[in-house]
């Protein structure tokens, strides 16, 4: 049986992975990419390990063949598909036994495949040596009030072709207190590692990256230290616009996308409750009391930029080495031509076709 080594797969350019897990461990950590072929439901997985404990590994592994066999077929041709022709990289928790009799049935098919030695532990355990090493030099980091725009910034900078850093997607969290309004409950670590191990990828060859000055916690996730200190120490704009433009942005994204959804405003009530116990502001406290009470969204943002997240602002630009560029706008395209100038004229950067940005010829 031929297997491939973590390495070795991530030196491949495009390579089909099969992760036959269970959908609930796929769910929990994946390999960015990969296709989901699971060999068993998650039902079947709890039974077998219900077995295992009970009756020991022989009862646990034929009972696994008997859940298997009926299905197998069906699997077999599931992985030639999604496969498009090439080899296929079989892949579970750890690669053992159920990435071992996969690759084996689809050998003896004649579908050729290559085992992942390790399996998705493997994985994990590579990329978080690997993370630190592959950060770009230079870390171009957006400031701002809450409501400025900084995510629409950043992909209107993508779309241009800078190399930007959506870490906020990565975690599928907006960074603050309402941060998971209309995106569920957010990434887990996992999930975060690995698209944050993805893009860096992308990335590599890229003399800087553009970044929102997040804290170090978004949502359920933690940014490794070494992308701190490249926040710390990078090369900084704050971004400002006026309060009206940031409650219409914050309308935008937040509340007209969902809030004719079932449960929105208890989501909006559940968060607020969290501010209630930071905000020691009776006038605001009543006044986003009211604001939710008669479900004046607009209202409600504008108390809480004002006395909760505006206040809050100011300490967190201490923590950051080296020189300001402010820019004032009245529209996300307006600031973002407004930083292409700043990363050209300054830092001699300009984007690229490919998405990953140089420098300017001397």
Partial sequence: MREITIEELLDL?????????????YKDGFIPGSINVPLFTDEERHEIGVIYKNEGQAAAKWRAMELVSPKLPELL????EVSEGKTPVIQCWRGGNRSKAVTSFLDFSGLHARRLSGGYRAFRQAILKLIPTLLPEKAVVLHGLTGVGKTEILKI???????????????????????????????????????????????????????????????????????????RTGVHIYLSTTMEQRIKHITEEYIEPFKSEIGYHEQI??????????????????ALTNALEERKYEDMIEVLLRDYYDPKYDHKLQEYEGDFYDIYSLSHEEAAERIAEILEEKFSLLPDPSGISRELSN
């Avoid at 350019?13 to 461990?25: C, G, H, L, T, Y």
Wanted: one cysteine or more; a neutral charge.
């Fill in 13 to 25: 350019k495009d390579p089909v992975v099969i992760d036959v897990r269970a959908p609930i461990e």
């Fill in 77 to 80: 041709k599931e992985i030639k």
């Fill in 157 to 231: 900078l993508a779309k241009k072709g800078y190399p930007i850093m959506d870490l906020e997607g990565m975690a599928a969290h907006r960074g603050s207190i309402f941060g998971t309004v209309g995106l569920g409950q957010g990434n887990n670590q996992k999930t975060f590692d690995a698209l944050l191990f993805q893009r860096l990828t992308e990335l590599q060859g890229s003399p800087y990256f553009i970044m929102e000055a997040e804290s170090k916690r978004v949502g359920k996730c933690v940014q490794p230290d070494e992308l701190m200190e490249k926040k």
């Fill in 269 to 286: 009530e559940e968060a607020l409750e969290k501010v209630f116990r930071r905000l020691k502001n009776e006038e605001a406290r009543s």
